[in-house]
């Protein structure tokens, strides 16, 4: 749809099409949508500022089919189109946050912010259950609402409304059930009736209330059950609807009142303008990246965490990253060392061990501890506990050892206290406070809360309790906790060439965004690292991924065109990894660059990652060019591709099950030591003897260039449960050496075989598993004996980062290859087709 | 948790498992999950081929063992085919896809899902199929859940199906 004729239109206006927006051209629009659903929603609302009311003026609703990242954009094109406005005139962006599907709602939010950054403008997000009690209200369904929205597996998001002529009023905060809790809910509270989009799946559950309490429920009998529950209703009118509570029946509603609208969501956005909640035209206080997705759960992966370690220990999993202090879930077996800090610094109204045990493991509690890392084992230096009661989060417990204090780890303690309780679906926070206590008031002001009221009496030595309330701890929703690396070669006032470029790259674990100019120099190059979060589990969890994503990638961008020191407005092109990678994270980056791009009218260029990691070479050796043969070893990726020319690619041969990474990072698990494995075990194997132990070489003579790395892997984790169960002590640096050097051989005689294959006289290496020094210097043995030029790009950019998509984007631009608003991410790619 | 209500029916030959299988194509809706047990060999991917062909799915239907997901275009929606064979705890369902797969717009077909008894949807249909003796299939076909109920009956009642109604024992 952008292809060829905005090719033209970007290199015309190169770095002058910095003009202000202005909203002299027309009224101030919101632009909403929402794609929690199975539908998109998305309309174009008028604002009266001095009325605070909106005037929906178009509007469209569409069937997803699970691809709303592909119709998304076009939509909002068309309607901004049809009805002749500009983007310019777009004041705020509205936005359904869920919860619903988490992919949905992932998509509106990265568009949405996409969308708002790239124009500066306020991101307002909605709930999506309060779209479709608003939706049910325009239809004129008055009394007690019920709305059940679908939550998968087993579960409904309930939430309850009280619909008067005058509005929709919210009556309980967001939260997750199983649906046959959601169902005796409603039983016990008599709806007048029930909306949302579980009604498809759990309509015969419901319909039992329909029919009244006073009857026995009758056995549905095959005709007009289950799938046909929606036929049954469709030709329910809205008059029927709007006659409602009459007694104890309650009315399931039709398909109509079951996905978010456009008028659902722009009523509930003018509710909330109205009541002060929200505000389309105030920057600062919905600035994009502070916009969130509605969760109510933790991903699976901290769940099942949360309930193994409320009765044993935590897996030794060290950051490996950071020596000093680390903050993790606080465990059963640190309860005791909690509970003697908690008596230390808490006096007469100390928590036993006991109290503190029975909080872990339950669902609305959230309980964190810092740990100070000593040759001596891990030691207890901070704890914070916290509650979540209909979308409150209540402060339990801080405690920090004196000694410890100052440092800033209470704010850090109560940031990830308050990251989980905004996943579980808060919003605010409230404590109390020992009257006396000025120091600890002082803290809780400093990080925004306010005093609410006094409790007299409160605490057992008779001294009052402050209250204390605010939001919950934002900051960190900024980058997402995460630390941010950058390469920046350039002076501020350097001459810049067009075309100016933004690359963004969210293919795994890190969120990564680059500028790059007409010379191809990179402008900037900011990377914010996910892998603290990931650590604890060994490995990267796809949904947590997804998550930090979300949170970062506005401020991650911000971040970098800052430090190029430009703005959206200067930008001629957005790049964006499309494939291969975690499809989740994937999403996030492709939904925000699409946002921005169509909001900036620029040209979006999708970026295979593999290519990114081909052309990092260049950033080892400007004079770089194929033919090549590169070897490209990652978490993610083992293979070897030769490339015959920029852009034109054949895989030579890439490994059937895991990858190298994987693979260290497994046997690192397994060994107990820290994640990634990859550092850790480079690190151990170079004081161990890499022929002690004879791990077999998959796939050495195969005769072809593909790699096996899961009988290797398979064949440590047995020799290791082989030695401890026959009483040996592991020489973990053997183990390391002798793993490593299986590895480096099958990618050596691999390599050798390609070079001769091919007679590409370089030879490359990319992806993050470059950055091991043995492979290094067996790579470097091997190109000396043959006489091959050896390439090798920085270990800074061995890992994923935006600059090497950059390289690739600038190339595309010049080509004139764009993608159109319908493209999506895609897990799987091959490098051998162009695209 | 199911109905009770087994229907079973005894095939000969590969062939006789696709025509099977062949026969739930017209009913089945988007939404709709069909759970497959069965040994290694037992014929599940067998199952899935017959079904695909007749729902007009193109493309060779292969075992998605390693790939865990493979999604093939039907006439009217999509076709997922999962196997949990290879995967090691329940947790990574949700890094996979599965839930807002087999809750979507097309029909989920899942191998090994009984590995995941937890995890399968509110409603779905479950055939097992057994090796009595070489060369032979027993497939039997259970429901559970409303809509999964309703499909079983209206496949049970296409006499293509030649399924029996059996005693439900396993």
Same mark, same amino acid.
């Given at each position: 749809m952008v292809a060829t004729e905005k090719k033209a239109s970007a290199e015309a206006d190169v770095l002058e099409k910095a003009q202000p927006p202005s909203r002299h051209g027309g009224e101030p629009l919101a632009l909403l949508f929402d794609t929690a659903n199975e539908t998109i929603a998305c309309g174009i609302a008028r604002l009266d500022r001095r009325e605070k009311k909106a005037h929906l003026v178009a509007s469209a609703q569409k069937m997803a089919h699970r691809a709303s990242n592909t119709q998304l954009i076009p939509i909002i094109d068309d309607l901004l189109h049809t009805m002749g406005a500009s983007r310019e005139n777009i004041a705020c962006v509205v936005c359904g946050k869920g919860p619903g599907s988490f992919t949905g709602v992932r998509i509106a939010m990265a568009t949405a912010k996409g969308v708002a950054s790239a124009l500066a403008r306020p991101l307002v997000p909605v709930s999506s259950l309060d779209a479709v009690a608003w939706e049910a209200w325009a239809r004129g369904v008055r009394g007690r609402l019920f709305v059940v929205a679908d939550a998968m597996r087993h579960e409904i998001y309930p939430a309850w409304f009280a619909l008067d002529e005058a509005d929709a009023h919210?009556?309980?905060?967001?939260?997750?059930?199983?649906?046959?809790?959601?169902?005796?809910?409603?039983?016990?509270?008599?709806?007048?009736?029930?909306?949302? @989009?579980?009604?498809?799946?759990?309509? !015969?559950?419901?319909?039992?209330?329909?029919?009244?309490?006073?009857?026995?429920?009758?056995?549905?009998?095959?005709?007009?059950?289950?799938?046909?529950?929606?036929?049954?209703?469709?030709?329910?009118?809205?008059?029927?609807?709007?006659?409602?509570?009459?007694?104890?029946?309650?009315?399931?509603?039709?398909d109509a009142y079951r996905a978010p609208t456009a008028r659902g969501l722009m009523l509930a956005f003018e509710n909330a303008w109205r009541e002060g909640s929200a505000d389309p035209f105030d920057f600062d206080r919905f600035h994009p990246m502070r916009a969130l997705p509605a969760y109510t759960r933790l991903s699976d992966a901290e769940e099942n965490e949360r309930t193994r370690i409320a009765k044993e220990g935590a897996q030794n999993l060290a950051t490996g990253v950071d020596g000093g202090i680390v903050c993790r879930p606080l465990s059963r077996e640190m309860c005791p060392e909690v509970a003697a800090l908690e008596s230390a610094v808490m006096g007469t109204d100390a928590w036993s061990e006991n109290l503190v045990a029975d909080e872990l493991g339950r669902k609305d509690r959230i309980w964190w501890c810092a740990l100070s890392h000593t040759p001596s084992g891990d030691e207890v230096i901070g704890y914070a506990g916290g509650w979540v009661v209909d979308g409150e989060l209540q402060i339990l417990k801080v405690g920090v050892a004196p000694a410890w204090r100052r440092r800033g780890i209470a704010r850090e303690l109560l940031? +990830?206290?308050?990251?989980?309780?905004?996943?579980?679906?808060?919003?605010?926070?409230?404590?109390?406070?020992?009257?006396?206590?000025?120091?600890?008031?002082?803290?809780? =002001? %400093?990080?925004?809360?306010?005093?609410?009221?006094? +409790?007299?009496?409160?605490?057992?030595?008779?001294?009052?309790?402050?209250?204390?309330?605010?939001?919950?701890?934002? !900051?960190?929703?900024?980058?997402?906790?995460?630390?941010?690396?950058?390469?920046?070669?350039?002076?501020?006032?350097?001459?810049?060439?067009?075309?100016?470029?933004?690359?963004?790259?969210?293919?795994?674990?890190?969120?990564?965004?680059?500028?790059?100019?007409? =010379?191809?120099?990179?402008?900037?190059?900011?990377?914010?690292?996910?892998?603290?979060?990931?650590?604890?589990?060994?490995?990267?969890?796809? !949904?947590?991924?997804?998550?930090?994503?979300?949170?970062?990638?506005?401020?991650?961008? =911000?971040?970098?065109?800052?430090?190029?020191?430009?703005?959206? %407005?200067?930008?001629?092109?957005?790049?964006?990894?499309?494939?291969?990678?975690?499809?989740?994270?994937?999403?996030?980056?492709?939904?925000?660059?699409?946002?921005?791009?169509?909001?900036?009218?620029?040209?979006? #260029?999708?970026?295979?990652?593999?290519?990114?990691?081909?052309?990092?070479?260049?950033?080892?050796?400007?004079?770089?060019?194929?033919?090549?043969?590169?070897?490209?070893?990652?978490?993610?990726?083992?293979?070897?591709?030769?490339?015959?020319?920029?852009?034109?690619? =054949?895989?030579?041969?890439?490994?059937?099950?895991?990858?190298?990474?994987?693979?260290? @990072?497994?046997?690192?698990?397994?060994?107990?030591?820290?994640?990634?494995?990859?550092?850790?075990?480079?690190?151990?194997?170079?004081k161990?003897?890499?022929?002690? #132990?004879?791990?077999?070489?998959?796939?050495?003579?195969?005769?072809?260039?593909?790699?096996?790395?899961?009988?290797?892997?398979?064949?440590?984790?047995?020799? #290791?449960q082989q030695q401890k169960a026959v009483g040996n002590e592991l020489n973990l640096p053997d183990i390391a050496a002798s793993f490593q050097q299986a590895v480096i051989d099958v990618q050596i005689a691999k390599a050798a075989r390609a070079l001769s294959q091919t007679g590409a006289k370089t030879f490359c290496l990319g992806g993050g598993v470059a950055a091991n020094p043995a492979l290094r210097r067996a790579y470097e043995e091997l190109c000396a004996k043959r006489h091959v030029k050896l390439v090798m790009p920085p270990l800074s950019s061995c890992g994923d980062n935006a600059g090497m998509i950059a390289l690739v984007a600038l190339d595309r631009f010049r080509q004139g290859k764009f993608f159109g608003w319908d493209a999506d991410a895609y897990a799987h790619a091959s490098l051998d087709e162009p695209y | 948790m199911g109905s009770g209500l087994c229907y079973t029916r005894t095939t000969n030959s590969p062939d006789g498992t696709k025509q099977l299988a062949a026969t739930l194509a017209p009913y089945v809706h988007a939404g709709d999950v069909i759970v497959l047990d069965g040994d290694l060999g037992a014929g599940k991917t067998q199952f899935v081929q017959g079904f695909a062909h007749a729902f007009g799915v193109l493309e060779q239907i292969v075992s998605p063992t390693f790939n865990l997901l493979l999604t093939y275009r039907g006439?009217?929606?999509?076709?997922?085919?999962?196997?949990?064979?290879?995967?090691?705890? &329940?947790?990574?369902?949700?890094?996979?896809?599965?839930?807002?797969?087999?809750?979507?717009?097309?029909?989920?077909?899942?191998?090994?899902? $009984?590995?995941? &008894?937890? &995890?399968?949807?509110?409603?779905?249909?479950?055939?097992?199929?057994?090796?009595?003796?070489?060369?032979?299939?027993?497939? $039997?076909?259970?429901?559970?859940?409303?809509?999964?109920?309703?499909?079983?009956?209206?496949?049970?009642?296409?006499?293509?199906?030649?399924?029996?109604?059996?005693?439900?024992?396993?």
């Open positions: 919210r009556e309980s905060a967001d939260r997750v059930v199983k649906a046959e809790e959601a169902f005796d809910e409603a039983r016990l509270m008599a709806p007048s009736a029930i909306a949302g @989009d579980a009604l498809a799946k759990y309509g !015969e559950l419901f319909s039992e209330l329909e029919r009244g309490q006073e009857h026995a429920p009758e056995q549905a009998s095959g005709q007009g059950s289950g799938q046909g529950l929606g036929d049954a209703f469709e030709g329910a009118s809205e008059e029927a609807s709007a006659a409602l509570s009459d007694g104890s029946a309650a009315v399931i509603l039709p940031a +990830r206290v308050s990251d989980d309780a905004r996943n579980l679906g808060a919003e605010r926070m409230t404590l109390e406070v020992r009257r006396g206590n000025e120091g600890a008031q002082k803290f809780y =002001e %400093n990080v925004g809360m306010s005093a609410l009221g006094v +409790r007299p009496r409160y605490y057992s030595d008779g001294e009052d309790a402050c209250i204390m309330q605010g939001t919950l701890l934002a !900051e960190r929703t900024q980058i997402a906790g995460m630390d941010i690396r950058s390469k920046n070669g350039l002076q501020k006032d350097s001459q810049v060439h067009s075309p100016l470029i933004l690359a963004i790259e969210t293919s795994c674990d890190e969120t990564a965004a680059a500028v790059i100019d007409g =010379e191809g120099r990179l402008l900037s190059d900011v990377v914010a690292s996910q892998i603290d979060f990931h650590a604890r589990f060994g490995g990267v969890v796809p !949904e947590i991924a997804s998550r930090k994503h979300i949170e970062a990638i506005s401020g991650v961008c =911000e971040e970098g065109l800052a430090q190029a020191h430009v703005s959206y %407005n200067d930008l001629n092109a957005i790049a964006v990894t499309y494939a291969p990678g975690l499809v989740g994270a994937l999403v996030v980056g492709v939904a925000f660059a699409k946002g921005a791009a169509w909001a900036l009218d620029i040209p979006l #260029i999708g970026v295979n990652h593999l290519e990114g990691h081909l052309y990092a070479n260049k950033l080892g050796d400007e004079g770089f060019a194929p033919p090549a043969v590169v070897s490209l070893v990652s978490g993610g990726n083992t293979m070897l591709v030769f490339m015959k020319d920029w852009g034109d690619y =054949e895989t030579l041969g890439s490994t059937i099950d895991d990858a190298v990474g994987e693979a260290f @990072d497994k046997v690192a698990k397994a060994l107990g030591l820290g994640y990634p494995g990859g550092p850790v075990i480079s690190r151990l194997a170079e161990g003897d890499p022929s002690a #132990i004879d791990f077999p070489r998959a796939m050495l003579h195969s005769g072809d260039l593909r790699f096996s790395l899961s009988g290797l892997k398979t064949a440590v984790i047995t020799y #290791i | 006439e009217r929606f999509p076709l997922y085919h999962f196997d949990l064979y290879r995967l090691e705890e &329940a947790a990574q369902l949700e890094d996979i896809g599965f839930y807002e797969t087999i809750d979507a717009d097309g029909v989920t077909f899942i191998e090994w899902g $009984s590995r995941f &008894a937890d &995890a399968m949807p509110y409603s779905y249909l479950r055939i097992t199929l057994n090796v009595p003796e070489e060369g032979k299939r027993q497939v $039997s076909v259970r429901s559970v859940g409303d809509r999964a109920r309703q499909l079983l009956c209206v496949w049970a009642n296409d006499s293509k199906s030649r399924l029996m109604k059996s005693s439900g024992a396993e």
